[in-house]
């Protein structure tokens, strides 16, 4: 079975600075990840994914994502946050056969 | 471009009651997936529709049920509704052409069901 752990609950930054959001996977076949952004009383936003290739992937909003197979990581990272950037992130998995499975997401809180 | 539009946006229901929601897919997508998010939780998927069929179920109990019309929206209906059913559901679609498992699914903004 595959899964998807995101071992933050919450992430606090200040303004300005850079920021890591992590998340890491199990599964079966070749990983297709994902990131989703959601907004209170929102659906989920597509940021970005990974499919193959370059291993830093560019996303929506500034945002990119570093595929690491050996540690089967897939971390979001923005070299500059906002406070605009706060909200609730999730990271997904699956593989060619599977659906997409979510982790519990992470708060990002980023203060002024 | 209108993107995935989910009705209603709240309901309010008691247990036992049966409840339908509503999807209709981004244009130029054919599949549409369903999702509960608990609160305080990453969403669930519930099953998938492409070509009028359930595809792919998750681990949900024969109380959720789903159908897929010609136009390609889509409903959820959940009979004997419990209190454990209070969720946002969020409908996503996109397009099977590739078969790979690369599409990315696009999500609606949620239907937020209570029961009382």
């Known amino acids: 079975a595959q899964s998807v752990a995101q071992p933050e609950d919450q992430v606090n930054v200040a303004e300005g600075n850079p920021l890591t959001v992590k998340c890491t996977y199990s599964v079966s076949g070749n990983p297709y990840l994902f990131w989703y952004v959601q907004y209170p009383n929102r659906g989920l936003q597509f940021l970005l994914k990974?499919?193959?290739?370059?291993?830093l992937v560019k996303g929506s909003y500034g945002f990119e994502a570093e595929f690491n197979k050996s540690q089967t990581s897939f971390h979001l990272k923005k070299p500059s946050a906002l406070v605009s950037d706060s909200a609730l992130y999730f990271c997904a998995v699956r593989d060619e056969y599977s659906t997409l499975t979510f982790g519990k997401g992470t708060m990002l809180l980023v203060s002024p | 471009d209108a993107g995935v539009t989910q009705s209603p946006t709240h309901l309010i229901k008691t247990r036992g009651q049966q409840v339908t929601l509503r999807c209709s897919p981004k244009?130029?997508?054919?599949?549409v997936s369903w999702y509960q998010q608990a609160l305080g939780q990453g969403p669930q998927f519930i099953f998938q529709y492409y070509e009028e069929e359930e595809r792919q179920r998750g681990n949900f109990p024969d109380r959720f049920s789903g159908h897929q019309f010609p136009n390609y929206s889509s409903e959820l209906n959940v009979n004997a509704l419990l209190l454990g059913d209070s969720a946002l559901y969020l409908c996503?679609?996109?397009?099977?052409?590739?078969?790979?498992?690369?599409?990315?699914?696009?999500f609606g903004p949620g239907t937020r069901l209570t029961v009382l």
């Open positions: 996503a679609s996109t397009t099977k052409r590739d078969f790979k498992g690369t599409d990315t699914q696009y």
């Open positions: 244009s130029g997508h054919d599949t």
């Open positions: 990974y499919i193959t290739g370059d291993n």
